[in-house]
Every structure is written in structure tokens, then in C-alpha cells.
């Protein structure tokens, strides 16, 4: 079954550093997405993109965060000088065209530790 | 404020037996709800989905109930194994004018299959 990879699995960082969170779509799909997980805190929406450009961002993706698709089958989020609050589980998600609502899939996540 | 949100942090249930996992919603216009898995160390798993024109959806061992009257939400799990041991999301779906839909992720449930 078809699923979405994420690069690094774990990736440590001094605070101020830039880091490149990386993601490989379902390949038929045409809507990314990511998310992140504080330690025991939910699962939270930061960016969906679509069609080479962001459709929402929540609050939490600030001026230094940033999201591209470089070439045909990834898909980034750059943090640019990053924050000890930074620290989390970071999902990329996937779904495809469709009417209406569409389920996600989610990668296993790249657990950023700043230090 | 709108909000997903789980009844039970804890679910204990011996091997065989039927797991229910409850969720709350408070947004009467949402039309699609999605219960994801989640084992340690991965990313959310797509178990089920169901669509607000629908009561009850059923899948191999799994079936999503929604009440929209009391804007309740259940996952049961018939003959719970422990590889079933996990934590349960309900996810709230909205579609974004821009194309995708973006999840609310509820608290979650850690269910526990005890021999």
C-alpha cells in the first residue's frame, strides 16, 4: 500500500539553526499537509499546499516557517532560525482530489529536538 | 469555540472483548469525521471515516457511529487484539476554499488490551 515517508526520523538542532523537515507524498495525491505534536498535546494543523501554493496556515506557521515542492515528489517545511518551542513531532499528511472532504495519510513523523 | 474532544483519556478492555471509544464534537455544520490509530513511535493511521449523511459506517472489525442530534461520535472495536493497543484520534474534517481539507484533532484515547 502506497504511503508517505518522512526524512530525517530524528533530527537535533541548535536553537537559531535553520532545519529542513523532509516529506515523499502518496504520489497520486494532489494536497499536502503538515502537522505537529508537542509531547502529550494533540495533533496540530500548521499548512496545507496545493496546486504549488499554501491554501491555510494556522497560527503557529509564522514568518519563519516555509513550505515548497521542489521537484515532482517532495514536499518541505523549513523552519528558519529555530526556537526551543519548536521542539515537536512534525506529520506530513497527504489526501487526493475529490469531492468534499478527502482522508489523510500521514507519515511517521520527524522528531525535532532543539537544543 | 469549536472543538473535538474525548470522553475517556484511559481505555482498559481484556483481549475479545469490545472496545468503545467515545468523541464529542460541538460544530453542528461539520459533515465528515475521521478516527485515526496511533502507535508509539508512529504517525496517525487512518482506521475510519464517515460522512455527516451517514449513521453508521463499518469496517473490517471497526464501526464509526455518529449521532448529529448530540454531536457524538463512537469507534467500536469488535474482539479487541492487543495489537490493537494504541491511541485514538477523532479528527473534525473542514475543507479549505483553497483547495484540501484541514483536521481538528481531538485529545485522544489510550486504549489498552489487556491478556
Known amino acids: 500500500e502506497p504511503e508517505v515517508t518522512q526524512t530525517p526520523s530524528h533530527q537535533v538542532t541548535q536553537m537559531g539553526q535553520e532545519v529542513i523537515l523532509r516529506c515523499v507524498p502518496i504520489?497520486?495525491?494532489?494536497?499536502f499537509y503538515w502537522y505537529r505534536q508537542i509531547l502529550g498535546q494533540k495533533v496540530e494543523f500548521l499548512v496545507s499546499f496545493y496546486n504549488n501554493e499554501i491554501s491555510e496556515k494556522s497560527e503557529i506557521f509564522d514568518d519563519q516557517f516555509s513550505v515548497e515542492r521542489p521537484d515532482g515528489s517532495n514536499f518541505t517545511l523549513k523552519i528558519r532560525s529555530t526556537k526551543l518551542e519548536d521542539s515537536a513531532m512534525y506529520f506530513c499528511?497527504?489526501?487526493?482530489?475529490?469531492?468534499?472532504?478527502?482522508?489523510?495519510?500521514f507519515g511517521d513523523g520527524t522528531r525535532l529536538s532543539i537544543l | 469555540g469549536e472543538s473535538v474532544g474525548l470522553h475517556l483519556p484511559t481505555l482498559s478492555v481484556q483481549e475479545g472483548d469490545n472496545s468503545i471509544i467515545n468523541c464529542a464534537y460541538s460544530?453542528?455544520?461539520?459533515?465528515?469525521f475521521i478516527w485515526y490509530k496511533q502507535e508509539s513511535g508512529k504517525g496517525p493511521q487512518f482506521i475510519i471515516d464517515?460522512?455527516?449523511?451517514?449513521d453508521k459506517r463499518q469496517g473490517q472489525r471497526v464501526t464509526v457511529l455518529l449521532n448529529k442530534t448530540v454531536k457524538h461520535l463512537s469507534l467500536q472495536i469488535a474482539a479487541t487484539q492487543p495489537g490493537d493497543s494504541a491511541v485514538y484520534f477523532c479528527?473534525?474534517?473542514?475543507?479549505?476554499?483553497?483547495?484540501?481539507?484541514?483536521?481538528?484533532f481531538g485529545t485522544g484515547t489510550q486504549l489498552k488490551v489487556e491478556l
Open positions: 460544530n453542528s455544520a461539520s459533515d465528515y
Open positions: 504520489s497520486n495525491h494532489l494536497y
Open positions: 499528511a497527504s489526501s487526493s482530489l475529490g469531492t468534499g472532504n478527502q482522508p489523510q495519510h
Open positions: 479528527a473534525e474534517s473542514f475543507i479549505l476554499t483553497g483547495g484540501g481539507n484541514k483536521l481538528t
Open positions: 464517515i460522512r455527516s449523511n451517514m
